[in-house]
């Protein structure tokens, strides 16, 4: 198995870098403080030397892809290996404490992995999974992709034959938007003989149907209109920029324009990876056209739309613990009957301040400190906020 390393090494240490905080923790030897540059990335002892420090070893943040593992599986992901995590697929015995994380409609794992890499680095003994849906990223090419139709439920299935072939049963998920709908829905098929996750974490969802509306806040931005527009701009285009210019001209803005471009790549590059996995010839075709399948992804966002999970809310199972994050300025109507509802039944709801939807890419450092205790950050990682940069 091969394993790439993310990061130049760092000290064994609880730390988290994000290109525009430094944090400061207590190393726990002589009362030290380590300092991390994270703009850098590199760790500096502030007033020792590596003498001092007798435990301290380098340990590199580590990746591992769906391609680099002899495993056939239904969607493609990535496991992101905090330091001092060691694992392998043939080695079930010592499997390290596992957070899976699921993206939101029109997304791919990589929207998540700067905030997948945070939390690793700062719980080095821990190793994250991200995927990529069905209909999303790579999984939409992939021969052994799953069929039609496409719900909720079917892209938490997806997940969970995912974690079966790779024997891993995590401890904590985490699901963005659509992706909260995922992870309820993964606790509700979980199989009653394998351990289920201990915490639940949705980022700016909510369990019950989704009301209509706009995706913004003067009413633009519903996921279901740039869906349909996305679906009637012919494959391939020649450029980035005329995607964006018909999305901004259909009045969505600027910024989901340049993301939602992101999910593009030239014709060549998809073509060859398709045909290098049945073992075709090369393609000629210029341009570049999409990675997702647009139109399983309209099934899954009308499931989204409709999927129910209150009987989760109001019988989680024994043990469960179940937590919301809402964004603060979120485009979904929190503070109303649902969130009466998720309280009432005892689950946690959070606010995260400064964070529109994109909550882990708006406020990272604060998201991270609402999820840290799930990762042990209450007793076995202490940290200090000193200022912003």
Same mark, same amino acid.
């Given at each position: 198995?091969?394993?790439?390393?993310?990061?130049?090494?760092?000290? %064994?240490?609880g730390l988290v870098s994000h290109p525009r905080?430094?944090?400061?923790?207590?190393?726990?030897?002589?009362? %030290?403080?380590?300092?991390?540059?994270?703009?850098?990335?590199?760790?500096?002892?502030?007033?020792?030397?590596?003498?001092?420090?007798?435990?301290?070893?380098? *340990?590199?943040?580590?990746?591992?892809?769906?391609?680099?593992?002899?495993?056939?599986?239904?969607?493609?992901?990535? /496991?992101?290996?905090?330091?001092?995590?060691?694992?392998?697929?043939?080695?079930?015995?010592?499997? @390290? @404490?596992?957070?899976?994380?699921?993206?939101?409609?029109?997304?791919?794992?990589?929207?998540?992995?700067?905030?997948?890499?945070?939390?690793?680095?700062?719980?080095?003994?821990?190793?994250?999974?991200?995927?990529?849906?069905?209909?999303?990223?790579?999984?939409?090419?992939?021969?052994?992709?799953?069929?039609?139709?496409?719900?909720?439920?079917?892209?938490?299935?997806?997940?969970?034959?995912?974690? %079966?072939?790779l024997r891993l049963f995590p401890h904590v998920?985490?699901?963005?938007?659509?992706?909260?709908?995922?992870?309820?829905?993964?606790?509700? #098929?979980?199989?009653?003989?394998?351990?289920? @996750?201990? #915490?639940?974490?949705?980022?700016?969802?909510?369990p019950g149907r989704v009301r209509s509306g706009?995706?913004?806040?003067?009413?633009?931005?519903?996921?279901?209109?740039?869906?349909?527009?996305?679906?009637?701009?012919?494959?391939?285009?020649?450029?980035?920029?005329?995607?964006?210019?018909?999305?901004?001209?259909?009045? *969505?803005? @600027?910024?989901?324009?340049?993301?939602?471009?992101?999910?593009?790549?030239?014709?060549?590059?998809?073509?060859? !990876?398709? #045909?290098?996995?049945?073992?075709?010839?090369?393609?000629?075709?210029?341009?570049?056209?999409?990675?997702?399948?647009?139109?399983?992804? !309209?099934?899954?966002?009308?499931?989204?739309?409709?999927?129910?999970?209150?009987?989760?809310?109001?019988?989680?199972? #024994?043990?469960?613990?179940?937590?919301?994050?809402?964004?603060?300025?979120?485009?979904?109507?929190?503070?109303?009957?649902?969130?009466?509802?998720?309280?009432? !039944?005892?689950?946690?709801?959070?606010?995260?301040?400064?964070?529109?939807?994109?909550?882990?890419?708006?406020?990272? /450092?604060? /998201?991270?400190?609402? /999820?840290?205790?799930?990762?042990?950050?209450?007793?076995?990682?202490?940290?200090? %906020?000193?200022?912003?940069?």
């Amino acid at each position: 198995m091969a394993l790439r390393t993310l990061h130049a090494p760092q000290a %064994r240490t609880g730390l988290v870098s994000h290109p525009r905080i430094t944090l400061i923790r207590r190393a726990g030897i002589s009362g %030290r403080k380590v300092r991390v540059n994270c703009t850098a990335g590199l760790l500096t002892a502030a007033s020792a030397r590596p003498s001092d420090h007798p435990t301290s070893r380098n *340990f590199p943040l580590r990746s591992l892809s769906y391609d680099e593992l002899n495993v056939e599986t239904p969607i493609a992901y990535e /496991l992101y290996q905090g330091a001092l995590a060691r694992w392998s697929h043939s080695d079930g015995a010592a499997v @390290p @404490p596992t957070a899976v994380m699921v993206h939101g409609i029109l997304g791919n794992r990589r929207n998540m992995s700067s905030f997948a890499k945070m939390l690793v680095e700062g719980f080095p003994g821990w190793q994250v999974l991200l995927v990529d849906l069905r209909c999303h990223g790579e999984s939409a090419a992939l021969p052994t992709r799953p069929h039609g139709p496409h719900g909720v439920a079917a892209a938490a299935g997806d997940v969970l034959a995912l974690l %079966r072939r790779l024997r891993l049963f995590p401890h904590v998920l985490i699901g963005h938007s659509f992706g909260g709908k995922v992870v309820m829905s993964m606790v509700q #098929q979980f199989p009653q003989r394998l351990p289920r @996750p201990v #915490q639940v974490w949705v980022l700016d969802s909510l369990p019950g149907r989704v009301r209509s509306g706009g995706g913004g806040p003067d009413g633009r931005d519903h996921p279901g209109d740039l869906i349909e527009l996305l679906r009637g701009i012919p494959m391939p285009v020649a450029s980035r920029s005329e995607v964006i210019d018909r999305v901004v001209r259909a009045g *969505f803005t @600027p910024g989901i324009a340049q993301w939602v471009v992101t999910n593009l790549r030239p014709v060549e590059e998809l073509s060859g !990876a398709a #045909q290098g996995r049945s073992g075709a010839g090369s393609s000629n075709s210029s341009g570049l056209s999409w990675t997702f399948d647009l139109d399983g992804i !309209a099934q899954l966002y009308r499931s989204y739309e409709e999927t129910q999970l209150w009987d989760l809310i109001k019988q989680p199972p #024994q043990g469960l613990k179940l937590n919301f994050v809402k964004a603060e300025r979120s485009t979904f109507r929190w503070g109303g009957p649902d969130e009466a509802a998720i309280t009432t !039944a005892g689950h946690g709801v959070h606010l995260l301040p400064a964070s529109g939807h994109w909550v882990h890419a708006d406020n990272p /450092l604060g /998201l991270y400190d609402i /999820l840290a205790p799930s990762f042990g950050g209450g007793s076995d990682l202490k940290m200090w %906020r000193t200022q912003r940069r």
